[in-house]
């Protein structure tokens, strides 16, 4: 059908139809919408902390979060140099019932030690957000750890929206402790004649001539040398400049 009609056909649909490359690449890590994610194999030998990975999802007809670390990051390589990340990762149990997730106001604690869902282990590495786990203060010996989101640095979530009469709203300008008056005969590129009633001031509108100034100029006085330039020349063309 694609041959018959391309225009009719969605090229990458048409892409992921002709399957991937057999030979696939393993990653230690990646940078993902501006977020590096390191295997925890990797990241268990540094001190910062680069592998904890949540996704949404549903679970048994419920929208939840699923929570885990990062193992591997796998590159599928297809037609017309077409590539696809997936991330396999290590997910914990979040089923309320087995309480191994507990979900306070401010935070949630997540049981570490019980795994999960081990028979869906891919994402895509677009889907993915990173998060942190941190030692639970209350239970410092044990698995289980305080899960932590944050906003990286430089990355801002603005929402799409191509409306912009959606986003913006009309600024209510009207002040309400001012009568309101009207006002006739407004000149609007001059304000001759023109008497606002927040000032008293009267406008001035009579003649002057340069007689009526106590202004006296003598050009001899004047330096007729011509003023230096104090900034040095710069050449254009010089690298070291730009």
Partial sequence: MYKLNP????????????????????????IVNG????????????????????VAGVHNYVEDDYYGYLDEVIELS????????????????TDLRRKHVVFEPHFISIDTSRNAYKEDPFILANEAQQVFYVNDPLKPKSHWKIIERITHRHLWDIPENNNVEDLLEDVNLLREDIAEEIVENVDVHGSNGYIDDFFDDEIDNSDHSMED?????????????TPTNDIENVNSDDDDYW
């Fill in 7 to 30: 225009s009719q056909i969605n090229e990458e649909l048409y892409i992921l139809s002709s399957l991937p490359d057999n030979r696939v690449s393993s990653l230690k890590g990646c």
């Fill in 35 to 54: 977020v590096k994610f390191i295997v925890k194999s990797r990241d268990d030998c540094r001190q910062t902390q680069n592998c904890g990975v949540t």
């Fill in 78 to 93: 297809f037609i017309r140099d077409y590539r696809i990340i997936l991330f396999k990762c290590t997910w914990f149990d």
């Fill in 213 to 225: 100034f106590d202004l006296e100029l003598n050009l001899d006085d004047l330096d007729k040398e």
